[in-house]
Nanobody
Framework: QVQLVESGGGSVHTGGSLRLSCAASGNLDDYKCMAWFRQPPGREREAVARIYLYEGVFGTWYADSVKDRFTISRDNAENTVYLQMDSLTPADTAVYYC??????????????????WGQGTQVTVAS
């Protein structure tokens, strides 16, 4: 079973940047959909960004709240998925999770349908 390990979280001030990494213990080729979720304190887990194989190329999706500030990417050779986060605000404070699924063409809409999860990494943005 492939395992995911997130890293790169930390504390920054408003306007700062962080780059999260999600390293897999094995080959990620079968996981056509990779995603980042976050769970703010006292709130439900929400999708932030997805990267999925669509008609032979990888497409991306972003939540409106992070569009134009966050960038998801994957390095298949390194079996790693990244989330570049810029222009951070306190509203971005959350535990960030990496997830993977076999689905092609799209990603599961419900986070409970994802096959793989990391343990999470804390991101804190101070005003």
């Amino acid at each position: 079973q492939v395992q995911l390990v997130e890293s790169g979280g930390g504390s920054v001030h408003t306007g700062g940047s962080l780059r999260l990494s999600c390293a897999a213990s094995g080959n990620l080729d079968d996981y056509k959909c990779m995603a980042w979720f976050r769970q703010p304190p006292g709130r439900e887990r929400e999708a932030v960004a997805r990267i999925y194989l669509y008609e032979g190329v990888f497409g991306t999706w972003y939540a409106d709240s992070v569009k134009d500030r966050f960038t998801i990417s994957r390095d298949n050779a390194e079996n790693t998925v990244y989330l570049q986060m810029d222009s951070l605000t306190p509203a971005d404070t959350a535990v960030y999770y990496c997830a993977g699924d076999f689905a092609e063409e799209t990603c599961p809409q419900d986070h409970t349908d994802f096959q793989l999860w990391g343990q999470g990494t804390q991101v804190t943005v101070a005003s």
